[in-house]
């Protein structure tokens, strides 16, 4: 999957994109650029000072992040936390929002319309159709993420917290 994403990238925005999201972007605290600069560093950690600082500048986050794995838990809202357990799930992001906005903050909402979101969401849309296509195509994938899925379970099960509403799906 990440294959795909990074054969899409860069992506195709427009000089005019950059000043829209200027316009939303200078509105953040202080705090949110110096988080957003933060993640840069984090992420980038072989850049220099002044790439970084373009990095945390740019009104677009243009860059495609590094693939990363984590045991420490992310605390967002996502409605893959049940499904996960039964099957395995990929999942991706594409920002499109004011580089440094928090999610659903009012600068975030505002820009959801526009052509940098539109790019995002058919970014995200090209990469899970490649995806797809691979899976269908190789069936041997598709068996292996499955036996990769089990693995990473350590033998553990699904217990739903309403089971009533689950029955029948473990």
């Known amino acids: 999957m990440y294959d ?10 427009r000089p ?3 000043t829209y999201m200027k316009s939303f972007q200078e509105t953040l605290s202080p705090e949110s650029k110096a988080k957003s600069r933060r993640s840069f560093e ?14 945390a500048a740019s009104s677009i986050n ?7 794995f984590s045991d420490e838990p992310i605390y967002i809202s996502t409605d893959v936390g049940d499904v996960s357990w039964i ?6 992001t594409v920002a499109y929002g004011p580089n440094g906005s928090a999610l ?8 959801g319309k ?24 190789q069936p041997n994938l598709l068996a292996k993420i499955k036996a990769e899925h089990l693995l990473n379970l350590h033998g553990r099960t699904y217990r739903s917290p309403n089971p009533k509403v689950y029955a029948g799906w473990e």
């Open 4 to 13: 795909h994403l990074k054969s899409l990238f860069p992506l195709p925005y």
């Open 104 to 111: 659903h903050s009012w600068q975030w909402v505002a820009t």
């Open 16 to 18: 005019e994109d950059y």
């Open 87 to 92: 099957c395995p799930v990929g999942q991706i």
């Open 114 to 137: 526009s052509h940098v979101a539109h790019v995002a969401l058919l970014t995200a849309a090209k990469t899970i159709a490649l995806t797809g296509i691979d899976l269908i195509e």
């Open 62 to 68: 243009d860059r495609l992040f590094p693939l990363s």
């Open 42 to 55: 984090k992420n980038f950690p072989h850049e220099d000072s002044i790439e970084l600082q373009k990095m």
